[in-house]
């Protein structure tokens, strides 16, 4: 909670009659000493068969991966994270980048430095530094980030692709589908797939590009505030609060459920989507379960494959779908 200091003299002359000074509004309010700042939302991530969250106490909990490695996340307090298939990195509280799980390409061995967000793909990982710089490492084929100044980077499966501070998107990689054909315009944000990828203008449309054997890269008119592209189908999360998804629609991956949401997530051939009363909504491929959301209130969701998890609202976690054999424990 936020309030004014109390002022000694104004007080002393209401108390005797005295008209009180008006408050002026050209000071901010001040914090609350005795006042905790409010829990930050949670962040997490699923890989191909992994997942890794950051606990409130910003420490990083990894689990269910197939390879030990995958799941040995580094000790220390961290601020940022991003997953991939077969590796992971995190943006420490202090700014340096930590990397854990495969390393055949130097995928987990980052460079130094002060970084402000970070991406991962299959054995790339991309990152922004402190002065907008881009720095990647992995592949020798694809870590030849462009030069110039960098406000988000976001990386898929063989391609990776960024917006500049000045808006105009640059994209290297692999381009096999015109994947990393970046398109000419001024861009808030853009999301890569495994073979195509979407950006949001600036006035809030959509345009997408690459593989389009399924049409997910038809993107349709609107507004939109949010975009997730995978596979063969894509999800964004309308202006107003409706999901719209395009693609293939082979088993309902397009078929998006009712209400109105705050965010939506992609999986192999299911999405998910938070609804804007913090329940969960699930279609499409249900194999184990991997749209039956459980009951319930969330602050977060994330897919990969058949598998998504959540976290509550008491911050504890909840995953359900395929290969899912327990949830972490722990408050994220």
Not at 181 to 208: M, N, Q, Y
């Amino acid at each position: 909670m936020r309030g004014w200091s109390a002022i000694g003299a104004a007080l002393l002359a209401v108390g005797c009659g005295a008209s009180a000074p008006e408050r002026t509004t050209d000071r901010p309010p001040v914090p609350r000493a005795d006042t905790p700042p409010p829990p930050r939302a949670p962040i997490l991530e699923l890989g191909g068969t992994y997942g890794c969250a950051i606990r409130l106490d910003q420490t990083l909990a990894c689990w269910d991966g197939e390879e030990p490695a995958r799941i040995a996340a580094p000790t220390g307090t961290f601020a940022q994270l991003a997953v991939g298939d077969g590796h992971a990195c995190a943006i420490a509280t202090d700014g340096h980048v930590a990397c854990w799980g495969d390393n055949a390409r130097g995928e987990a061995t980052p460079p130094p430095g002060v970084f402000t967000q970070i991406s991962v793909g299959d054995e790339l990982s991309c990152g922004i530094r402190y002065d907008r710089t881009l720095a990647c490492w992995g592949h020798e084929d694809r870590r030849a980030a462009p030069e110039g100044l960098f406000a988000q980077v976001s990386l898929g499966s063989e391609h990776a692709c960024a917006v500049a501070t000045d808006g105009h998107i640059a994209c290297w990689g692999a381009n096999s589908y015109g994947q990393s054909l970046a398109p000419v315009g001024s861009f808030r944000r853009v999301e890569v797939g495994v073979l195509h990828s979407c950006a949001i203008r600036r006035d809030s449309t959509v345009l997408c590009w690459g593989f389009n054997a399924d049409g997910q890269t038809v993107a349709p008119a609107g507004l939109f505030r949010a975009i997730a592209p995978r596979w063969t189908h894509t999800c964004g999360v309308r202006e107003d609060d409706q999901i719209l998804c395009w693609g293939r629609n082979s088993v309902g991956q397009a078929t998006v459920a009712n209400g109105e949401f705050a965010a939506v997530t992609v999986g192999l051939a299911h999405s998910c989507g938070l609804r804007t009363n913090r329940t969960v909504a699930c279609w499409g491929d249900n194999v184990e379960g991997s749209v039956a959301a459980p009951k319930g209130t969330f602050l977060a969701v994330a897919s990969r494959a058949g598998t998504t998890c959540g976290v509550r609202t008491d911050r504890t976690m909840k995953c359900w779908g395929y290969d899912t054999t327990t949830s972490p424990p722990g408050r994220y």
